[in-house]
């Protein structure tokens, strides 16, 4: 059974820094593309980060410079440094596990919730 288990989120006021992790069992982990994405009220669901087997990694330009996406083989994790946190930040952020090409997968975690405010 496939499980992305996230943690890390809170409430931080502006200017602070959150690290959110994504443990993941059930699959092999070091083939997968992980991201982070997040849904605010209202509004879609949206990609921050992604980090691919190879390393390579993506940010959406809103978190540019202050969000940095890494991951763990061996622990099977992903992590989210998030620095600079700014009210627009709050959200739920999910963590994902993608496999493309000739197997496609796709995985998500429950969510977990991030609030910036004074």
């Known amino acids: 059974q496939v499980q992305l288990m996230e943690s890390g989120g809170g409430l931080v006021q502006p200017g602070g820094s959150l690290r959110l992790s994504c443990a993941a069992s059930?699959?092999?982990?070091?083939?997968?593309?992980m991201g982070w994405y997040r849904q605010a009220p209202g509004k879609q669901r949206e990609l921050v980060a992604l980090?691919?087997?190879?390393?390579?990694?993506n940010y959406a330009d809103s978190v540019k410079g202050r969000f940095t996406i890494s991951r763990d083989n061996v622990k099977k994790t992903v992590y989210l440094q998030m620095n600079s946190l700014q009210p627009e930040d709050t959200a739920v952020y999910y963590c994902?596990?993608?496999?493309?090409?000739?197997?496609?997968?796709?995985?998500w975690g429950q969510g977990t919730q991030v609030t910036v405010s004074s």
């Open positions: 994902n596990a993608e496999l493309t090409g000739s197997i496609r997968r796709d995985y």
């Open positions: 059930g699959i092999i982990f070091s083939i997968f593309t």
């Open positions: 980090i691919t087997s190879a390393r390579g990694t």
